[in-house]
């Protein structure tokens, strides 16, 4: 926009010069000042144009109305402070400082630290992973391989598929890392027994939902996306563009033929009734009826009719179709949520009547629903009824056996029983861990005395002080190897023996509770 | 009539009821006018709707239940004359006096619109108060004159009777008298039930009423248990994979070895 030598001169604050600028001649004059101020919501050139005497139009044009803009806390002045702060998200003893508004309560809780959430990593029991884990393409050990990694990401699964490199697996992609991962934790959830209620379930099942072919599909499609020449670009737009018009042109030609329709029949056609969108055209005999049925309203008619004439019943069905299809669902809808208050009235519940009818023979009799509580007859039976009433619940009778009471009792007999299953593999495993330890120790005392000759070199002692100090009973044992094992190849030794003395410190921390518990 | 003998698949209807019985200590005149002499208590027996009438002195018993029950049969100890006793009309109750408590065989015949075999459940004649087993002792009953103190004793289990796939017949007529619901809220004292030992307090006072309440609390009792038995088993499988690993490492050490 350029602009005018007045408004250099205002720009500048110099005196106007002899010939004033149209824009500036009015304001001049001293005591029209004050009215001759420029009304607000007009630009200023529009003034300059239309002058003072601005028609009543004018005041109109007030400044379009915005919101008026949020005062945000005033416009005090703020002071802000250098403060330490503690991070309850931290685990290491890290302080930092941060700017804060003054006043700020120094020992508050840091804002974000709820914002530090660890993504629950999933373990499996060997028994669960015998139970429901088992895959042919996955090995247990790969499978573990997959967690751990996915645990020390965080579930970044660009840096586990990058760094994924399972010694003798196979070749691994994304996809097949995900979908195993995801699956395992599905499976997971569905077999434990679960605290919350059924809902939260399914919905942390199904946020587990990965569909392997479909993302490969996806990627797939991603990948022919990118891959498009000019050309073929070029192509699809033109063909898009082509489809449009079509489109359009279609619906111009049924709007006309419409149109021209209803002039030829006139307005007892009952064509604005019927909705001609989405029907085949049809031809003038079919037309005929469909203007003669309402007014006869003799069903038989059409269907004779219809015997003759193919299109008939096309032309009348598809709109009869068209006005259930539309009906329906409003009356279903209406109906469920008023029969759901029939139902509690009536103490009435629905199941699935399909699946009832399956087995038809099979009538249910009449019961007293606190017969249907769980009987615990199994071996297990008794284990449960003593978990039960360690928990003050009685096993065989309720308060009030209400339907969804005697669910409750199921559910919580279900979790029961896989309480007991694992406190039985746990002490299958104890066992097991004491006859491997025995083993392991009589080894070691045989293989201890046949290399005796070799213990006893200083360098091998100190490295695996401290596992025999945390150590009572397997670090002797440990430490003979890792002596014995001294004598050649130094280099190769020396991180084999660390990784001994790892384990038996390991061990020892696991493995004492039990054993004291025994004496 | 014929579309009247379909089942109604897909759907069970419920009606709960109370079974049970109250007792109340004999006063010494009434003992004397009483043709059996050694017995010390009036009790009756009964099948009732579950929820209560509005200022009734009864436990439940709301509804008339004859509409789908035909017969209550009572079946008492051998020792009572003709012990079976039954009941054909609302109210379906006994009441006799007695000195011991037995275990009463309950039968429910129901209407012959429902096409239903009778059911059977039983009842422990209740006639000592209350006493709290909590170090799984029982405790001496209390003398009759303490007993007679602390009013009247009720011993009620609430039940739903379910029919499964009701005849469309039977259907109307269930539906057309629906059950009167229990309370919301709690206004007499709790009924007495050994699966909730606690609620023994609360069920001082007065004649008992159902209520949902009840069935709440039990729910969250059970709920409670449930997440406890859980996290114990968390804590087990966190020990169980804790160990799997360090009976890896040992056999790993073995096969080193």
Redesign the interface.
């Given at each position: 926009m350029a602009a005018s030598a007045a408004d250099v001169r205002s720009i500048l604050s110099l005196p106007n010069p002899s010939t004033p600028g149209p824009s500036q001649t009015k304001p001049k004059v001293p005591g029209t000042t004050e009215r001759s101020r420029k009304p607000e919501g007009i630009s200023r050139e529009l003034y300059s144009l239309i002058g003072p005497s601005a028609p009543t139009l004018a005041a109109q044009l007030a400044k379009p109305r915005l919101k008026q803009k949020p005062n945000l806390g005033g416009g005090g002045r703020v002071k802000w402070e250098w403060q330490s702060f503690k991070n309850n998200g931290r685990t290491d003893s890290l302080h930092l400082s941060h700017w804060t508004k003054a006043g700020t309560d120094p020992e508050a809780e840091y804002t974000f630290a709820k914002y530090n959430v660890q993504p629950t990593s999933y373990?499996?029991?060997?028994?669960?992973y015998n139970r429901f884990l088992e895959d042919k393409e996955w090995t247990k050990e790969e499978t573990d391989y997959l967690f751990e990694l996915v645990r020390e990401y965080d579930q970044r699964f660009y840096v586990v598929g990058d760094r994924y490199d399972f010694p003798g697996g196979p070749p691994r992609s994304l996809e097949d890392l995900k979908d195993r991962y995801y699956s395992v934790c599905r499976k997971l959830v569905r077999n434990?027994?679960?605290?919350g209620d059924e809902s939260s379930k399914m919905q942390l099942i199904s946020s587990f939902q990965f569909d392997k072919e479909r993302e490969v599909t996806r990627k797939k499609y991603v990948a022919s996306l990118e891959q498009r020449t000019p050309q073929q670009i070029a192509e699809e737009d033109a063909l898009y563009i082509e489809l449009k018009r079509l489109e359009q042109t279609e619906r111009r030609f049924k709007k006309e033929r419409d149109e021209l329709l209803k002039t030829l029949l006139g307005v007892e056609s009952g064509l604005p009734d019927i909705s001609v969108e989405d029907e085949p055209p049809v031809n003038g005999n079919g037309l005929h009826i469909d203007t003669t049925t309402p007014v006869t309203g003799n069903t038989r008619k059409t269907k004779k009719r219809g015997v003759n004439d193919v299109d008939t019943p096309t032309s009348a069905g598809p709109s009869s179709a068209n006005v259930i299809s539309l009906g329906q669902p409003v009356q279903k809808k209406a109906q469920s949520a008023k029969s759901a208050q029939y139902d509690a009235?009536?103490?009435?519940?629905?199941?699935?009547?399909?699946?009832?009818?399956s087995n038809k023979a099979a009538?249910?009799?009449?019961?007293?629903?606190?017969?249907k509580l769980p009987m615990l007859k199994n071996p297990t039976g008794p284990r449960i009824i003593q978990?039960?009433s360690e928990?003050?619940?009685?096993h065989s009778?309720?308060?009030?056996?209400?339907?969804?009471?005697c669910a409750?009792?199921d559910?919580?007999v279900e979790?029961?029983m896989?309480?007991i299953d694992?406190?039985k593999?746990?002490d299958k495993?104890?066992q097991?861990?004491q006859v491997?330890?025995m083993?392991?120790e009589m080894?070691?005392n045989t293989?201890g005395e046949g290399g005796e000759g070799g213990a006893g070199t200083p360098s091998a002692m100190d490295v695996d002080e401290d596992a025999e100090g945390v150590e009572d009973d397997d670090g002797r044992a440990?430490s003979v190897?890792s002596s014995r094992s001294t004598k050649s190849m130094r280099g190769r030794k020396q991180s084999q023996r660390r990784s001994?003395s790892i384990?038996s410190v390991?061990?020892s921390a696991?493995?004492s509770m039990p054993k004291r518990r025994k004496r | 009539m014929a579309e009247q003998r379909v089942r109604v698949r897909g759907l069970s209807i419920h009606r709960p009821i109370i079974y049970g019985n109250t007792a109340t200590v004999l006063t010494p005149e009434e003992r004397k006018i009483n043709p059996s002499p050694d017995h010390t208590h009036r009790w009756t027996v009964a099948v009732r709707s579950a929820a209560s009438a509005p200022d009734s002195d009864i436990v439940g018993g709301a509804d008339d239940l004859s509409y789908f029950i035909k017969r209550v049969t009572f079946k008492l100890h051998e020792t009572y004359p003709n012990p079976t006793r039954n009941i054909e009309k609302h109210p379906f109750e006994v009441s006799e006096t007695g000195w011991g408590e037995f275990e009463v065989q309950i039968r429910i015949t129901f209407i012959q619109e429902s096409g239903e075999k009778a059911i059977t459940t039983y009842h422990h004649l209740k006639l000592h108060p209350w006493t709290v087993t909590s170090d799984g002792q029982i405790p001496e009953a209390p003398s009759l004159e303490t007993a007679a103190k602390m009013g009247p004793v009720h011993s009620w289990q609430y039940d739903e009777i379910v029919f499964h796939d009701p005849y469309q017949s039977f259907l109307n007529i269930l539906t057309a008298h629906p059950p009167t619901p229990l309370p919301k809220i709690r206004k007499k004292p709790v009924p007495f039930h050994t699966a909730n030992p606690g609620s023994l307090e609360a069920s001082k006072g007065g004649v008992p009423e159902f209520t949902q309440e009840m069935e709440k609390e039990e729910a969250e009792r059970l709920e409670i248990a449930r997440k406890a038995v859980i996290t114990e088993t968390d804590k087990w499988r966190a020990k169980l994979i804790e160990k799997e690993k360090e009976l890896e490492l040992l056999q790993r050490q073995i096969g080193d070895v």
């Amino acid at each position: 926009m350029a602009a005018s030598a007045a408004d250099v001169r205002s720009i500048l604050s110099l005196p106007n010069p002899s010939t004033p600028g149209p824009s500036q001649t009015k304001p001049k004059v001293p005591g029209t000042t004050e009215r001759s101020r420029k009304p607000e919501g007009i630009s200023r050139e529009l003034y300059s144009l239309i002058g003072p005497s601005a028609p009543t139009l004018a005041a109109q044009l007030a400044k379009p109305r915005l919101k008026q803009k949020p005062n945000l806390g005033g416009g005090g002045r703020v002071k802000w402070e250098w403060q330490s702060f503690k991070n309850n998200g931290r685990t290491d003893s890290l302080h930092l400082s941060h700017w804060t508004k003054a006043g700020t309560d120094p020992e508050a809780e840091y804002t974000f630290a709820k914002y530090n959430v660890q993504p629950t990593s999933y373990v499996y029991s060997q028994d669960e992973y015998n139970r429901f884990l088992e895959d042919k393409e996955w090995t247990k050990e790969e499978t573990d391989y997959l967690f751990e990694l996915v645990r020390e990401y965080d579930q970044r699964f660009y840096v586990v598929g990058d760094r994924y490199d399972f010694p003798g697996g196979p070749p691994r992609s994304l996809e097949d890392l995900k979908d195993r991962y995801y699956s395992v934790c599905r499976k997971l959830v569905r077999n434990r027994p679960w605290a919350g209620d059924e809902s939260s379930k399914m919905q942390l099942i199904s946020s587990f939902q990965f569909d392997k072919e479909r993302e490969v599909t996806r990627k797939k499609y991603v990948a022919s996306l990118e891959q498009r020449t000019p050309q073929q670009i070029a192509e699809e737009d033109a063909l898009y563009i082509e489809l449009k018009r079509l489109e359009q042109t279609e619906r111009r030609f049924k709007k006309e033929r419409d149109e021209l329709l209803k002039t030829l029949l006139g307005v007892e056609s009952g064509l604005p009734d019927i909705s001609v969108e989405d029907e085949p055209p049809v031809n003038g005999n079919g037309l005929h009826i469909d203007t003669t049925t309402p007014v006869t309203g003799n069903t038989r008619k059409t269907k004779k009719r219809g015997v003759n004439d193919v299109d008939t019943p096309t032309s009348a069905g598809p709109s009869s179709a068209n006005v259930i299809s539309l009906g329906q669902p409003v009356q279903k809808k209406a109906q469920s949520a008023k029969s759901a208050q029939y139902d509690a009235q009536h103490c009435i519940h629905r199941t699935d009547a399909n699946q009832t009818t399956s087995n038809k023979a099979a009538h249910t009799p009449v019961y007293f629903r606190s017969y249907k509580l769980p009987m615990l007859k199994n071996p297990t039976g008794p284990r449960i009824i003593q978990v039960l009433s360690e928990l003050g619940i009685s096993h065989s009778r309720l308060v009030m056996p209400t339907r969804e009471n005697c669910a409750r009792v199921d559910g919580l007999v279900e979790a029961t029983m896989s309480l007991i299953d694992t406190k039985k593999c746990v002490d299958k495993v104890e066992q097991d861990i004491q006859v491997a330890t025995m083993r392991l120790e009589m080894a070691n005392n045989t293989g201890g005395e046949g290399g005796e000759g070799g213990a006893g070199t200083p360098s091998a002692m100190d490295v695996d002080e401290d596992a025999e100090g945390v150590e009572d009973d397997d670090g002797r044992a440990h430490s003979v190897i890792s002596s014995r094992s001294t004598k050649s190849m130094r280099g190769r030794k020396q991180s084999q023996r660390r990784s001994m003395s790892i384990s038996s410190v390991d061990t020892s921390a696991t493995g004492s509770m039990p054993k004291r518990r025994k004496r | 009539m014929a579309e009247q003998r379909v089942r109604v698949r897909g759907l069970s209807i419920h009606r709960p009821i109370i079974y049970g019985n109250t007792a109340t200590v004999l006063t010494p005149e009434e003992r004397k006018i009483n043709p059996s002499p050694d017995h010390t208590h009036r009790w009756t027996v009964a099948v009732r709707s579950a929820a209560s009438a509005p200022d009734s002195d009864i436990v439940g018993g709301a509804d008339d239940l004859s509409y789908f029950i035909k017969r209550v049969t009572f079946k008492l100890h051998e020792t009572y004359p003709n012990p079976t006793r039954n009941i054909e009309k609302h109210p379906f109750e006994v009441s006799e006096t007695g000195w011991g408590e037995f275990e009463v065989q309950i039968r429910i015949t129901f209407i012959q619109e429902s096409g239903e075999k009778a059911i059977t459940t039983y009842h422990h004649l209740k006639l000592h108060p209350w006493t709290v087993t909590s170090d799984g002792q029982i405790p001496e009953a209390p003398s009759l004159e303490t007993a007679a103190k602390m009013g009247p004793v009720h011993s009620w289990q609430y039940d739903e009777i379910v029919f499964h796939d009701p005849y469309q017949s039977f259907l109307n007529i269930l539906t057309a008298h629906p059950p009167t619901p229990l309370p919301k809220i709690r206004k007499k004292p709790v009924p007495f039930h050994t699966a909730n030992p606690g609620s023994l307090e609360a069920s001082k006072g007065g004649v008992p009423e159902f209520t949902q309440e009840m069935e709440k609390e039990e729910a969250e009792r059970l709920e409670i248990a449930r997440k406890a038995v859980i996290t114990e088993t968390d804590k087990w499988r966190a020990k169980l994979i804790e160990k799997e690993k360090e009976l890896e490492l040992l056999q790993r050490q073995i096969g080193d070895v």
